[in-house]
């Protein structure tokens, strides 16, 4: 009996070492197939594939690395000539305020659906690791002072005019006149150049009639500056 009992307990044990071997070659197939990260941070979003497999340089999701979160703004051109890389900046997220500064500024506008903009890059100048990523801020850029400066009220004109041009009122016309629009800030838009003091502007849409360079107009259809 004492033989069997032998036997079996080494059968036993050869076959606890034979599954042991097996189970290590298992985890080390999976681990050849885990997915990780050079950084700690969260998961915003999975891509799992339909079949389970996964081929190489495939997107999986997306990462967000909550020690260095960046906030990105989209600028009007004339703006960004205000300002430039250091310049200050506060941030707003619902009651909580944030420094930051300005890290990048797109060297060329892109066009969207309210016109050309520029890409401004601003860094938190403190730890901001406990903020949800994507989230959406109030950015308030330290500008200089402009005194003496003419503006326009916002209207249709700056989207439908891509922001490039105006049609200034002569008598009973109306003429396309290039101009620089400078800085946005609540409802005035800053002229930089190409209107004069006095000169009366169209500030209603452009769409029906921006193809033209001179259009009739009845006389109260502009805007004094």
Do not use: C, W
């Not at 915003?44 to 594939?49: E, G, N, Y």
């Amino acid at each position: 009996m004492s033989r069997k009992h032998e036997a079996d307990q080494a059968a036993i044990i050869k076959t606890i070492a034979i599954n042991e071997e097996k189970l290590a070659k298992a985890q080390e197939k999976i681990d050849s197939f885990t997915v990780t990260a050079n950084f700690t941070g969260r998961i915003l979003s999975l891509k799992i594939p339909a079949n389970r497999i996964v081929t190489a340089h495939q997107d999986l999701g997306e990462l967000a690395d909550l020690t260095s979160q960046v906030v990105e703004l989209q600028v009007a051109p004339g703006q960004t000539e205000r300002f430039g890389i250091g310049t200050k900046v506060d941030l707003n997220l619902g009651q909580a305020e944030y420094q930051g500064e300005v890290s990048y500024i797109a060297p060329q506008a892109k066009q969207g659906t309210d016109g050309p903009t520029v890409l401004v890059r601003v860094d938190f100048l403190d730890e901001v690791s406990h903020l949800r990523p994507n989230s959406q801020v109030t950015a308030n850029i330290h500008l200089q002072l402009h005194q003496d400066s003419l503006f326009l009220p916002r209207g249709a004109y700056l989207t439908s005019g891509q922001q490039l041009f105006v049609y200034v009122i002569d008598g009973d016309q109306a003429r396309k006149r290039d101009v620089q629009f400078g800085l946005l800030q609540g409802n005035a838009v800053q002229i930089v150049r190409g209107l004069e003091l006095g000169e009366e502007v169209i500030i209603s849409s452009y769409d029906a009639f921006r193809h033209l360079d001179k259009i009739q107009i009845l006389p109260e259809g502009g805007h004094a500056l």
